[in-house]
């Protein structure tokens, strides 16, 4: 069984920030590619950031320069940092993640059950 679990929503004002976690955990055996997605209500869910295990990075157009992606390979750990925050930034923020599992012994995507994020004054 492999879970991931994020942390570190809540409501902040336009321009604030928040720091997002995902902590993966389980029967893991390894860790590819890592990411962050958000669905806003009526619209449909997208990548927001993505990173490699050696670290490279890749970015929605949209959060370029404030949102700022990072890993803990050692602590099976994912974040988000989101500075300068916009009412657009409104929605549950997912985290996605490509495992080996220990005890399957295959490759899968797994999902996190989201955390919110509501940008308003």
């Known amino acids: 069984q492999v879970q991931l679990v994020e942390s570190g929503g809540g409501l902040v004002q336009p321009g604030g920030s928040l720091r997002l976690s995902c902590a993966a955990s389980?029967?893991?055996?390894?860790?590819?590619?890592m990411g962050w997605h958000r669905q806003a209500p009526g619209k449909q869910r997208e990548l927001v950031a993505a990173?490699?295990?050696?670290?490279?990075?890749d970015y929605a157009d949209s959060v370029k320069g404030r949102f700022t992606i990072s890993r803990d390979n050692a602590n099976n750990t994912l974040y988000l940092r989101m500075n300068v925050l916009k009412t657009e930034d409104t929605g549950v923020y997912y985290c996605?993640?490509?495992?080996?599992?220990?005890?399957?012994?295959?490759?899968?995507?797994?999902w996190g059950q989201g955390t919110q994020v509501t940008v308003s004054s």
């Open positions: 389980g029967s893991i055996f390894s860790i590819n590619d």
């Open positions: 990173i490699t295990p050696g670290g490279s990075t």
């Open positions: 996605n993640a490509r495992i080996f599992n220990a005890y399957g012994g295959e490759w899968s995507d797994y």
